[in-house]
């Protein structure tokens, strides 16, 4: 239990308690359970734009609402990564340069722009969804972005220099649970829409442009660190939101 236990305290500000020792092993417990941990938001995000509703607020302010919700409930992790990765790949220079930049605490052009579009995207794509009465989609779209994060610590993938969080969690997940998921989450998505396709779509793209990313930033900065990770549950929840939301 000390990979459910840490992948809670890890991923969300829930008063759960991890492990007093963390190694590489009990990371990748932790890790390989990040997509139950994204079901549970997801779930929250659902019931919270049907509450929102349910008290008169229109669709597209419940929307921004619940994406705070998600951004505070989760620290601002994902979307400070998101933020700070950007920037890292906006910048010129040899990979040490870049990495600097990322950890330099400040959010530069690139990083404010994809906030704004990610907040955007993900914000409009929940009202689409909450409007079209499609609350696993909600719950699913979050997920995947946890999803994503097994996918982006599978075997191989090496931690980026002085990457903390990086060096405990990449490479930790084997293909079989990446896979598992992926293919969970799938199955799944074939009943969260009228059109059977819809989900599956989804899905798919949204795992394609996740591993696109994660493989040009772990060339670009020498590595995974949990930054790159940010990013890939932010890209992850956008896409896999949007696509839900068509036809909605």
């Known amino acids: 239990m000390n990979g459910v236990r840490l992948a809670v305290s890890w991923l969300t500000v829930l008063p759960v308690r991890g492990p007093d020792q963390v190694d590489r092993e009990v990371a990748g417990r932790a890790i390989g359970w990040a997509p139950v941990v994204g079901v549970l938001l997801g779930a929250g995000a659902a019931g919270s734009l049907w509450g929102l509703g349910e008290l008169g607020a229109s669709e597209l302010l419940a929307g921004f609402v619940v994406v705070a919700g998600l951004a505070l409930i989760t620290r601002g992790m994902h979307i400070d990564g998101l933020a700070d990765t950007m920037d890292g790949l906006g910048s ?37 969804l909450a409007g079209g009465g499609r609350w696993a989609a909600v719950v699913l779209a979050v997920a995947m972005g946890r999803v994503a994060v097994v996918a982006a610590c599978r075997r191989g993938i090496e931690a980026a220099p002085g990457a903390g969080f990086g060096a405990l969690v990449a490479g930790t997940q ?51 660190n949990g930054d790159v990770l940010g990013a890939a549950v932010e890209l992850s929840v956008s896409i896999t939101a949007a696509l839900l939301s068509f036809s909605c």
């Open 92 to 128: 010129y220079g040899p990979p040490e340069r870049a990495r600097e930049i990322m950890k330099s605490g400040g959010v530069g052009p690139f990083g404010v722009a994809a906030l704004v579009f990610a907040i955007g995207v993900q914000a409009v794509s929940f009202a689409a």
């Open 174 to 224: 084997g293909s079989a649970v990446s896979l598992g998921w992926a293919g969970i989450a799938g199955a799944a998505s074939v009943f969260v829409t009228g059109d059977p396709w819809q989900g599956p779509v989804a899905v798919v793209a949204a795992l394609a442009a996740t591993l696109l990313l994660v493989r040009h930033c772990v060339r670009r900065f020498g590595g995974l």
